[in-house]
């Protein structure tokens, strides 16, 4: 097993960014918001002093995850960029920045910064990678694996070595407190599918967006009752609905039940509401074609 160091480099609690080191090879696992991104750097250089950054991984295409990369970059002009070949088309339309850019801003101002550099417009994907690919950084062998539920280009990086995986959101969200939140948001069965390929794989650590490390005890956990989670929700949806239920009906069944105080410090309520919102219609699309 390799000696790895994995530090929590994020500006603010709900945002994403760990550093993982062995020593050697550093590599950025996802950079967060494009406001937060000159912080995430700083912190970044106060861990590796004069090393430098050799790469950024990012699980995918959302704004909170991949717009830190490029104020990281202004620091680390040799870090190379790896994302998924879907994630690294994404990035490329004009449109999709757009997007990413009015997302990042609205929550810029709800924490209060109104002036930032933007540089969304350099944001690109130096190794665009598929499924099976393999990323040598340094001495450490990632395996790429595709894991579409939450977006359609989330991608997973397995460290067989370390029995470590690098896990997007497509697997649910980690709060702490045995506290897991499905976030599928383009494909219901698309996701159960992805639960089916981390099987495949041994899995003693994993590594979680905007929560970080999980120890063997809480992967343990997370493996033995994510997807139940998952399907757990897509049955309360279904028995909402044949009870007569509606969309709105639904939405305020999960505030009231999982919006926790577990959850609250680091799920700003917008972004819970918007994202079950979308779940909802989703199950209902797969699982209750006529409502």
Do not use: W
Not at 172 to 187: A, K, Q, S
């Amino acid at each position: 097993m390799r000696n790895l160091t994995i530090t929590d480099v994020r500006p603010l609690p709900g945002d994403s960014g760990f550093l993982i080191d062995d020593g050697k090879t550093s590599i950025l696992y996802d950079t967060g918001f494009g406001f937060t991104g000159d912080k995430l750097a700083e912190n970044v250089k106060k861990q590796l002093g004069d090393r430098k950054l050799d790469y950024i991984f990012l699980t995918h295409s959302h704004y909170d995850h991949a717009l830190g990369a490029v104020y990281v970059r202004k620091i680390y002009p040799e870090a190379k960029i790896v994302a998924g070949e879907y994630a690294a088309k994404i990035f490329e339309k004009p449109s999709a920045k757009s997007t990413m850019r009015r997302l990042d801003r609205k929550f810029a101002r709800k924490c209060g910064v109104y002036e930032y550099e933007d540089l969304i417009d350099n944001l690109k994907v130096d190794i665009a990678v598929r499924d099976g690919d393999i990323v040598m950084a340094g001495d450490m062998t990632f395996t790429v694996i595709n894991l579409p539920g939450h977006t359609k280009c989330s991608v997973g990086f397995y460290l067989e070595e370390n029995k470590l995986m690098l896990n997007p959101e497509t697997l649910g969200v980690y709060f702490g407190n045995n506290t897991i939140l499905p976030i599928c948001l383009v494909g219901y069965r698309m996701s159960l599918d992805s639960f089916k390929r981390v099987e495949e794989y041994e899995i003693e650590n994993m590594l979680v967006p905007h929560y970080g490390l999980l120890d063997k005890e809480e992967t343990k956990f997370f493996l033995e009752n994510s997807e139940k989670v998952l399907r757990k929700t897509a049955l309360h949806v279904v028995e909402i609905f044949s009870d007569g239920g509606n969309a709105e009906d639904a939405l305020k069944f999960f505030e009231e039940n999982f919006y926790t105080e577990t959850i609250r410090p680091t799920y700003p309520i917008d972004a819970f509401l918007l994202n079950t919102s979308i779940m909802i219609e989703l199950i209902c699309k797969e699982l209750l074609p006529n409502k």
